[in-house]
């Protein structure tokens, strides 16, 4: 059978959004006197690196946060980096912390962001955002599942009670996207390298998010007709940009589906610009 899909336009929720936190910042700057400041740090010429910095600078410009760039030379060390985030995790001015990864050096990456204070953690990799997301607290939750949920419920979608599935468990994606469907009331499942039967799982999904890093895995056979499909991936391939999900055939079967590019890529800027604003409002209480 097939059905015409509703593409879930990830850019025109993206630019929804930023206009109401567009507002929200205009008000926070009239109460405090200072714009919500966003702290950005980058370690190395990484050239993709840079392209995400600069655009998250930019997007912080058009809303209205106040932006602090802080380059690094590749070979700054451990100790010189922490020495950086303290100053900032101090300074009244600055309400987000953002540390671009991947850094130079992968082995210190866990040390360093544990670093950045909880309250200015808009990246919400800290374990103290992470635990407070597992246990049902506030928080500050990472911005690409962040993402995910606000774009299923754009399509109108009721989470509450579905069969969500998870393809992926990174702490960055896969896990925070569960914990966030199952605070929706969703029922989880969570899927990975080493599942088995993960067709037949997949295919019982009414809301199925996929985050794996393999150009266009899930394929139609996998996907339920009438599923919501969320494809967080970002596969380079011959210059071009792929998902995870075979979006030609699989949206022949989903009532719902996010393409790529302008999916779930740029609503993950969105969130970290919506996580500075909620971490400038709430300070650190
Ligand atoms: P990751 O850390 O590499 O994790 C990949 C996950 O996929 C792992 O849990 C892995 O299982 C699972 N997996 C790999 N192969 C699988 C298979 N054949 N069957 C089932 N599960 C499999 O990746 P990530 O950081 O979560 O990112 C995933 C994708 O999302 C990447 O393409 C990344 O570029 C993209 N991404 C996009 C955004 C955005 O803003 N759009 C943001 C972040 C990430 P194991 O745990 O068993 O190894």
């Known amino acids: 059978m097939t059905n015409r899909p509703k593409i879930i336009d990830g850019k025109a929720l993206s630019q929804k959004i930023r206009?109401?936190?567009?507002?929200?910042?205009?008000?926070?700057?009239?109460?405090?006197?200072?714009?919500?400041?966003?702290?950005?740090?980058?370690?190395?010429?990484?050239?993709?690196?840079?392209?995400?910095?600069?655009?998250?600078?930019?997007?912080?410009?058009?809303?209205?946060i106040r932006s602090f760039a802080h380059y690094l030379p590749k070979e700054t060390g451990k100790d010189d980096i922490i020495e950086l985030i303290e100053a900032l995790n101090s300074d009244n001015s600055v309400d987000g912390i953002l540390v671009q990864l991947p850094l130079p050096d992968k082995s210190v990456e866990n040390e360093i962001l544990e670093h950045v204070s909880p309250f200015k953690d808009v990246d919400g990799f800290h374990a103290v955002n992470a635990g407070n997301l597992l246990l049902g607290n506030q928080c500050l939750a990472a911005c690409t599942p962040s993402g995910v949920i606000e774009l299923i419920k754009s399509a109108g979608t009721e989470i509450s009670g579905k069969h969500a599935v998870v393809i992926g468990r990174s702490n960055i994606v896969g896990k925070p996207v569960a914990m966030l469907l199952l605070q929706e009331n969703a029922t989880v499942t969570v899927c990975h390298s080493k599942t088995r039967n993960l067709k037949d799982i997949a295919k019982d999904a009414d809301i199925l998010v996929v985050a794996i890093g393999k150009k266009e895995f899930v394929t139609a056979d996998m996907v339920k007709v009438g599923a919501v499909v969320i494809d967080v991936g970002m596969n380079r391939h011959d210059g071009k940009l792929y998902g995870d999900v075979k979006f030609d055939e699989v949206s022949e079967k989903a009532a719902f589906i996010t393409p790529v590019p302008g999916g779930v890529g740029p609503m993950t800027i969105t969130m970290l610009l919506n996580n500075t604003i909620k971490a400038a409002e709430r300070g650190s209480k």
């Open 19 to 64: 206009s109401e936190l567009k507002t929200k910042a205009a008000a926070f700057e009239a109460s405090h006197n200072r714009k919500a400041g966003l702290a950005v740090i980058l370690v190395g010429e990484d050239s993709a690196s840079q392209i995400y910095v600069r655009n998250k600078i930019t997007a912080c410009e058009e809303v209205g």
